[in-house]
C-alpha cells in the first residue's frame, strides 16, 4: 500500500494527536457529545481512507458540518441528525454514480472563501458558551446564542473558564508562529487539564464520562416516518460533505506533486463513511482540510497514513477514555477558537476584494449569508450572484463594430494573421465614411456609400444578443451590409432569433446583408430558427470578409446595368470565392433592393 511505510505511519500519528482535540470539540460542539465526534474519526475516517478518491485526505468531524448540524440537533434532535448522517451518505453514492464530482471544480473562489470566513465565524461564536463557563442558552441562531451567553456571563463572571479558553487558544497560535510542528493544541488541551486536577478549579466543567469503545452498530435511531422531514437537511448535508471534500482534496493535490484525486470515487467514499458513522453514534463526516495538510505537511505519500490515524484514535478511545473525559470544555472552546481563526486567509481574502468589484460583492454576500443564513443557502446565494455577475460580464463583451469592408482574403479564424487586428483603411478611400472615390480607390470603386462592413464580437445569447445588434437593425441609406462574424464565441437560440430579426429588418427596408465567418459549431443554432437559411439566400454566406464584398461589388455592378438599360441575364449563377456557387438575384430585383 506504501512506498515509505514509516513516513505514512508517522505522520498518521501526528495527524492522530492534531486530530484529537478537534474531533472532541466538534462533538460536543454539534450537540451529540465527545463520544460522537471520537466515533466519527475512527469509523468514518477509516471508511473515507479506504474508500475514498484522494491518498492524502482525512476525515472526520469538521467545523463547516457542525455549524448545519446544531439546528438539525434542536429541531430533531440526536436520532435526527444520525438519520441525516445516514441519508446524506445515500446522497453521496448517488452523486459519485451520476458522476457529479467534476462539477464542483466551477465553484468561484470568492464563494470559497466567502463560505470558508463565514464558517470561521459561526465557528468562533458557537464557542462562546463553553468560553464563558455558562451553559448553552436556548436558539438556534449563533449570534443570538453568543449574545445570550455573554448577557448570563455577565450576571455571573466565571473567570476560570475565560482563562483556560484564552490560555489555550493564545498558547496554539503562539505557538504555530513560533514552532509551526509542534502540535500545540495538545499541549495546551493537557495543560489546562491538569492545572485544573492539581489546582481543584470548580469552573471548569470537564467533558464528563466516556464509554471505553465503540458501541455495538445500531439502526435503533432510525424513525421511518420522520425520514420526509429529514429530506431537505439530509441534502444540506450531502452538499456540504461534498464541498468541502472535493475542496480538500484539490488543496492537497495542489501541496504535492504526483498526486490527483478521483472526484467522483472521492463522493463514492465519503458516502460509504457516512453510511456507516451513524450506525455507531458518529455525526456526519467530511474530509478536513487542516488535518490533511498536516497529513500532508509531515510526509504522509499513501492511504496508511489515515488509516493510522483512525487506528490510533481507536486505542485512545478504548484505552484512554477515563482521561479523556476529564478534559475541561472551555479548553476545547480555546482549541476551536484557534481554529477558527487560522482558517481565515487574510491575504486570500485581501486579494479577493481587490481583485474586482464582483468579487469582493460575492465573497461579503457569501460570508454574510454564512453567518446570517445556513450554510447550503450561502453557498447557493454565492453561486446565483456569481453567475448573474458572470453572466453581465460576459455580456457587455458582445460589441458590433464598423469595419472597412474590403480584407485581403485570409479567412479570419484563430490563428490567422487578420484575425485580431483591425483592416486599415484604404489610401484617399472615402467609401468608409460613405464619400466618393478618391485616386481610384481600386477594389472599393463603385461601392462609395453603399456598402458598410460590421464586425460582431463576442456572444450572442439571451444576455446581451438583443442590446448589442439593436443599433445594427437601424441602418438606412446602404445597399448592402456586410456582417463579419467570424469573432462570435458562442450562439444560442435567443442570439440567432435576434439575429434573424435584424436581418429581416435590413431586408424590408432594401439592403441587402451578406455573412462571412460563421462558424461550424454556430451552424446549428443559427439553422434551428431559420437564420441561416435566410443569411444563404440570394449567395449571402461567405467564408470570408473579402469574399463578401466582391460579391456585394457584382450586386452593385449588376443593380447599375439594370438601372442604366444594360443587358443582363435575368437570372444567373455567381461565383462564392469560398468554394460553393451560389445564386444570385435577378436585376430587377435587385434594382428593386
Known amino acids: 500500500m506504501a512506498r515509505a511505510p514509516r513516513r505514512d505511519l508517522l505522520a498518521g500519528l501526528t495527524v492522530a494527536i492534531v486530530a484529537l482535540p478537534l474531533a472532541l470539540g466538534f462533538g460536543v460542539a454539534s450537540g451529540l457529545g465527545a463520544e460522537a465526534g471520537l466515533a466519527t474519526a475512527v469509523v468514518a475516517g477509516a471508511l473515507a481512507a479506504v474508500f475514498g478518491g484522494s491518498n492524502l485526505q482525512v476525515s472526520g468531524p469538521t467545523g463547516a458540518m457542525t455549524v448545519v448540524l446544531v439546528p438539525i440537533v434542536a429541531e430533531y434532535g440526536p436520532g435526527g441528525v444520525l438519520t441525516v448522517g445516514l441519508m446524506a451518505g445515500g446522497l453521496l453514492i448517488v452523486l459519485a454514480l451520476l458522476r457529479a464530482g467534476r462539477s464542483m471544480r466551477y465553484v468561484p473562489a470568492p464563494v470559497v472563501e466567502g463560505f470558508t470566513f463565514g464558517i470561521a465565524c459561526v465557528i468562533a461564536l458557537q464557542q462562546i458558551p463553553n468560553a464563558l463557563g455558562v451553559a448553552a442558552p436556548e436558539g438556534d441562531k449563533v449570534l443570538v446564542v453568543a449574545w445570550r451567553a455573554v448577557e448570563e456571563f455577565a450576571g455571573g463572571p466565571n ?116 453510511l456507516a458513522a451513524p450506525l455507531f453514534g458518529g455525526v456526519p463526516a467530511t474530509a478536513a482540510i487542516a488535518r490533511t495538510a498536516v497529513n500532508v505537511r509531515t510526509g504522509a505519500g499513501s492511504r496508511l497514513a489515515a488509516l493510522t490515524h483512525a487506528a490510533v484514535l481507536a486505542v485512545i478511545v478504548f484505552a484512554a477514555a477515563p482521561l479523556v473525559s476529564r478534559i475541561p470544555l472551555a479548553a476545547l472552546a480555546g482549541v476551536l477558537l484557534a481554529t477558527a481563526v487560522r482558517m481565515v486567509e487574510v491575504g486570500a481574502l485581501r ?9 469582493a460583492v460575492v465573497l461579503v454576500l457569501t460570508a454574510v449569508a454564512t453567518l446570517v443564513l445556513d450554510l447550503v443557502l450561502a453557498v447557493v446565494i454565492g453561486l446565483a450572484v456569481a453567475g448573474l455577475l458572470a453572466l453581465r460580464a460576459v455580456a457587455a463583451e458582445a460589441r458590433v463594430d464598423r469595419v472597412h469592408p474590403y480584407d485581403d482574403g485570409v479567412p479570419e479564424l484563430p490563428g490567422s494573421e487578420t484575425y485580431g487586428g483591425e483592416v486599415p483603411e484604404l489610401p484617399g478611400s472615402e467609401s468608409y465614411e460613405g464619400g466618393g472615390d478618391a485616386d481610384g480607390g481600386g477594389e472599393l470603386a463603385g461601392t462609395a456609400g453603399q456598402v458598410v462592413a460590421y464586425r460582431v464580437e463576442g456572444p450572442l445569447f439571451f444576455a446581451g444578443a438583443h442590446r448589442s445588434l439593436l443599433e445594427l437593425g437601424e441602418i438606412s441609406g446602404v445597399r448592402v ?113
Not at 486579494?351 to 468579487?359: I, L, P, Q, V, W
Not at 462558424?519 to 444563404?536: F, I, K, M, N, T
Request: neutral net charge; hydrophobic residues 50%.
Open 351 to 359: 486579494a479577493m476584494a481587490r481583485a474586482t468589484r464582483s468579487d
Open 159 to 274: 473567570w476560570t473558564a475565560l482563562a483556560i479558553t484564552v490560555g489555550v487558544a493564545g498558547l496554539m497560535l503562539a505557538g504555530a508562529r513560533l514552532r509551526p510542528g509542534v502540535p500545540f493544541s495538545v499541549v495546551a488541551v493537557v495543560a489546562a487539564t491538569l492545572a485544573v486536577q492539581l489546582f481543584d478549579l470548580d469552573g471548569a466543567t470537564p467533558i464528563g464520562a466516556l464509554p471505553a469503545g465503540l458501541p455495538a452498530p445500531s439502526l435503533g435511531f432510525l424513525d421511518v416516518s420522520a425520514v420526509g422531514s429529514l429530506v431537505a437537511p439530509a441534502v444540506a448535508v450531502a452538499a456540504l460533505a461534498a464541498l468541502e471534500s472535493l475542496l480538500s482534496a484539490t488543496v492537497a493535490d495542489g501541496m504535492t506533486t504526483g498526486q490527483k484525486h478521483d472526484p467522483d470515487r472521492e463522493l463514492f467514499g465519503q458516502g460509504i463513511a457516512n
Open 481 to 593: 451590409v456586410i456582417l463579419r462574424m467570424c469573432r462570435v464565441t458562442t450562439v444560442d437560440a435567443t442570439g440567432a432569433l435576434a439575429l434573424k430579426d435584424t436581418v429581416h429588418r435590413l431586408n424590408g427596408r432594401g439592403i441587402v446583408v451578406l455573412a462571412s465567418g460563421i462558424r461550424p459549431d454556430q451552424r446549428r443554432a443559427l439553422e434551428s430558427v431559420g437564420a441561416l437559411e435566410l443569411l444563404r439566400r440570394e449567395g449571402r454566406e461567405y467564408a470570408t470578409a473579402s469574399e463578401a464584398f466582391g460579391a456585394a461589388r457584382e450586386r452593385l455592378a449588376v443593380a447599375g446595368a439594370a438601372r442604366g438599360g444594360g443587358a443582363v441575364a435575368a437570372a444567373g449563377v455567381g461565383p462564392a470565392r469560398g468554394g460553393r456557387d451560389v445564386p444570385v438575384a435577378a436585376p430587377a430585383e435587385e434594382a428593386a433592393r
